[in-house]
């Protein structure tokens, strides 16, 4: 297994900011493990984070610790009972190439999910969601390498501990787990699930399958989203907010547009209104921007740095502060 040293990942994230690993190794076979964690226990304090597309990070500052890049791959059905058939992917699996694969096979359940960037093995991290399905919808089990000890885990769907952009790897133990491969669910009898805005009427006159629907939604991914190959960006960057509903109902009064939908106890609303309404969309300073369709998609025009980039998401936070009293989070993995 080579490891390299101060390696430029400029390639490796949809930014494509300049950043370097201090260490960097690619993990294509999960019998190449044991030499990495050998070479890692010899550095015990150095930190070890793991990369799948990078479309979910935000470099501001190099890595200072071993960066492992999840190469593995593999597809299968797995099999099928009365109600559904199982499929496993590796972790390094291209997770839209995933899903049209799937989608070649006859099975539903991941259509809405197509064209999200990135592996099969970051999906469950923020629990992807799109067009009003989230990965939690089809997952059946995934398996992760407990990087302290070796040993491989399964983890049901409850012990993932899913929400909104969340899960057990994400916030309760994040760096621990290394996503080895991911089972999913899909039924044999699919609800088509075409409700959210905009997808109904790409479907008018169309008998639903679930390959016009996954070619529905790329259509409407190209139609409203930057291509990363273009345009550095990382999807949106903030979370949708939560927040209370007393808070929600003086808003309301204030703001007559403001969109939410009830969760839990809490309301979501949308992020992208609140940017735009403080007169974001489309800004740019420098090289960093929102992408003047989607006020919530951050991007990088050129040459922009990752300081740049967060120095840009901040004036975006600090904003929306004043202007609604509403603190945003941002949504992918900010390595400062
Ligand atoms: C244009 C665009 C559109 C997007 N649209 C959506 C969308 O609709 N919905 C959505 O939810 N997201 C969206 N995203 C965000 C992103 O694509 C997803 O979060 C995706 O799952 C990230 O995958 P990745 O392989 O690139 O992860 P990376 O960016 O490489 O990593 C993300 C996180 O996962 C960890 N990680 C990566 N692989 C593993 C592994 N095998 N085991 C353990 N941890 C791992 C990393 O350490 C990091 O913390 C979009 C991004 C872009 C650029």
Redesign the pocket.
Known sequence: MQIRENHNIKAL??FGLSAHARYFCSLHKLGGLRSIMQWADTYPELPV?????????LFVKDFPGLLVH?R?QDREILGQDDDYFYVRAA??EN?HEFVRWTVDQNLAGLEN?S?????V???P??????YGVELKDCFYELQ?LDWRSGEIREFSLEACRFGY?DSY??SVE??R????SVVFRLPRKPEWKTDYAGVKERLVGKVLNARVISDAIISI?QSK????ARLG????FFKNPLIPLAQWESLKVQFPTISGWPQGNKIKTSAGWLIDQCGWKGKREGDAGTYDKHAL?LVNHGSASGEQIWDFAQSIIASVQDSFGITLEP???VIL
Do not use: C, H
């Open positions: 994230n949809t984070m793991f990369l799948g597309g990078g479309s979910n990070m999840v593995l972790a390094g997770w999910l064209l999200i960037p990135g592996t093995g970051a999906a991290m923020q629990n992807i969601g799109a992760a952009r790897f994400k994040p760096g787990w290394l996503i080895v991914r989203l930057p291509d990363p960006n990382a999807g949106s998609v949504e992918p993995r």
